[in-house]
């Protein structure tokens, strides 16, 4: 669509500035729009790994623990179950293509034991060794998930703008830069043809 401005050649050299400008803006927004979702897609990829590692994990941990709730009373169970993690663990955020992403760095995690290890069945330890290795893949999982879903949001925004002017403002401007070449000629011809005119009626006198 033609944009409504006076057809003359100061607007012409401002338009054309325009046009440039809005080209380099659309080469940057499309190379910034394939990093993020170079970025995405190794996210996502990570998360599936990481998610079929926790799934199979967790199928583990859980049978160790059925294999100790078989060997004691479910009040026990209960009791034993509920043991605490030592979690040490530093929360950051990481600047990438302009954006805030989260970064957790476990620095210590540690299983504490409050049973008797004579009393209990090995399959216990077992389980909350395996649950407690779980942990930071789950916590990395998280922070995947966070990161995937703030870059969707960048790349929809992005691709939005990107969209705007290859479809709409830079179209806008060819547009109206052909129109303003187009109505100066057409000035420019009137303008030799008046001097032509005159010309000859200066001969005829």
Do not use: W
Not at 69 to 97: G, P, T, W
Not at 137 to 142: D, G, M, P, Q, S
Not at 165 to 172: G, N, Q, R, V
């Amino acid at each position: 669509m033609k944009l409504k401005i006076n057809p003359n050649r100061m607007e012409l050299l401002k338009l054309k500035r325009r046009l440039s400008l809005a080209e380099r803006g659309h080469k940057l927004l499309e190379d910034k729009l394939d990093e993020l979702v170079r970025l995405f897609l190794k996210s996502i990829e990570e998360a599936k790994k990481l998610q079929d590692e926790v799934d199979i994990n967790c199928k583990e941990a859980f049978l160790s623990l059925l294999l100790t709730r078989s060997q004691i009373n479910k009040k026990d169970f209960r009791k034993l179950i509920k043991q605490k993690n030592k979690l040490k663990m530093d929360f950051k955020i990481k600047r990438a293509m302009n954006l805030n992403l989260p970064s957790v760095n476990i620095e210590k995690i540690l299983p504490v034991f409050n049973y008797s290890f004579i009393d209990t069945p090995s399959e216990l330890d077992i389980a909350l060794l395996k649950f407690s290795k779980i942990i930071p893949k789950l916590i990395r999982l998280a922070e995947l998930h966070k990161i995937c879903m703030i870059l969707s949001g960048e790349i929809e925004r992005t691709r939005r703008r990107t969209n705007a002017l290859e479809y709409i403002l830079i179209p806008s401007i060819k547009e109206t830069i052909d129109y303003i070449v187009d109505k100066l000629s057409e000035l420019e011809r009137e303008n030799i043809t008046r001097l032509m005119r005159i010309k000859e009626v200066i001969r005829a006198h």
